[in-house]
C-alpha cells in the first residue's frame, strides 16, 4: 500500500499563546516559527494539511466560569444523553475545568495569523482543511475527531479516509490534552500515528514523561523532524 501522510496541526489559537491567551501555555509562541516551516510543501511533500480549531460556545460546560469554582479544578461531568452504568447511575467523568477560552468568533479564538496566513497559501493541489471541535455546549472535546464521551464525531476521520490518507503527523498545542486525544483518536481510527514532539508544548510540562507514556503506551511514536524523510 502507498504511504499517504496528513499534518494535522492542532489549536494555534491566541487564548493557547502567551501573553495575552487566557490559557496560554508556557512559550506557545517558540513552536510556530517550526511549525511555519512544515508548510513548505516543496520541502515537505504532505499528502494533506488539516488545522484544528476549539471553538466554544461562551456557556461551554468545560469553563469553571460556568460552576462557580476555579479554573483547574476537577469536577465530575453527567453523561450528555444521561446514559446509566449497570447499576442504574449516570455515568460520569472527571474532568478539568478552564478558564474561558476559545469562543467562538473571538479574538482568542482566531488561529495565529502568520501561520493562518501561510496556510491559506498552500499550494491549491494539496487538500487543507480547517476542522473545528468544542461546539457542543454540553460535553468536552479535546480530541479533534470526537467529542470526550466518543458520541459525537467530527469531520476529520472521513476526509482523512476519503483521501486514503495512511500516515497522520501531530504537531501543536497542548501535547497533554488536544494533541494527546487527538492522536489516540486517530490510531484507533486506524491510521499510523505520530508526534513530532519537538513541535508541541504542553499544559503541564512537569509531567511530561507520563504523557510521554500515554503517547507510546497507545502506539502513538513520538518523531523528530529526522524522521520525516521516512514518512514523505
Ligand atoms: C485544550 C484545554 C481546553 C487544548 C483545549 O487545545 O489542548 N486544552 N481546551
Ligand atoms: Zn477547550
Redesign the pocket.
Known amino acids: 500500500m502507498t504511504r499517504k501522510t496528513a499534518l494535522v496541526v492542532?489549536?494555534l489559537?491566541e487564548d493557547?499563546l502567551p501573553s495575552q491567551g487566557s490559557?496560554a501555555v508556557a512559550e506557545g509562541r517558540s513552536i510556530i516559527p517550526l511549525i511555519n516551516d512544515l508548510l513548505d510543501t516543496q520541502k515537505y511533500k504532505w499528502n494533506a494539511i488539516f488545522a484544528t480549531q476549539?471553538w466554544h460556545p461562551a456557556n461551554h460546560c468545560?469553563f469553571a466560569s460556568q460552576h462557580g469554582v476555579e479554573p483547574f479544578s476537577e469536577l465530575a461531568f453527567e453523561h450528555p444523553t444521561g446514559e446509566k452504568d449497570e447499576h442504574g447511575n449516570i455515568k460520569t467523568q472527571k474532568q478539568?475545568v478552564?478558564p474561558d477560552?476559545?469562543i467562538q468568533n473571538s479574538l482568542g479564538a482566531s488561529i495565529d495569523p502568520l501561520f493562518l496566513g501561510l496556510f491559506n497559501q498552500i499550494d491549491p493541489n494539496i487538500p487543507r482543511f480547517v476542522v473545528r471541535k468544542?461546539y457542543l455546549q454540553d460535553r468536552?472535546y479535546?480530541s479533534c475527531f470526537k467529542d470526550s464521551w466518543k458520541l459525537h464525531k467530527t469531520e476529520i476521520e472521513d476526509q482523512l479516509k476519503n483521501l486514503s490518507i495512511t500516515d497522520v503527523v501531530f504537531v501543536g498545542?497542548?501535547y497533554?490534552?488536544?494533541?494527546l486525544n487527538s492522536a489516540i483518536d486517530c490510531l484507533a481510527s486506524g491510521f499510523n500515528t505520530y508526534v513530532l514532539k519537538d513541535y508541541t508544548k504542553s499544559?503541564s510540562p512537569e509531567n511530561i514523561n507520563k504523557t510521554d507514556l500515554s503517547y507510546t503506551e497507545g502506539g502513538v511514536k513520538i518523531i523528530s523532524v529526522n524522521d520525516l524523510k521516512n514518512l514523505l
Do not use: R
Not at 497533554?176 to 494533541?179: A, E, L, R, S, T
Open positions: 492542532v489549536d489559537q493557547f490559557l476549539d468545560s478539568v478552564w477560552h476559545c468544542g468536552e479535546y498545542i497542548a497533554d490534552y488536544c494533541v499544559v
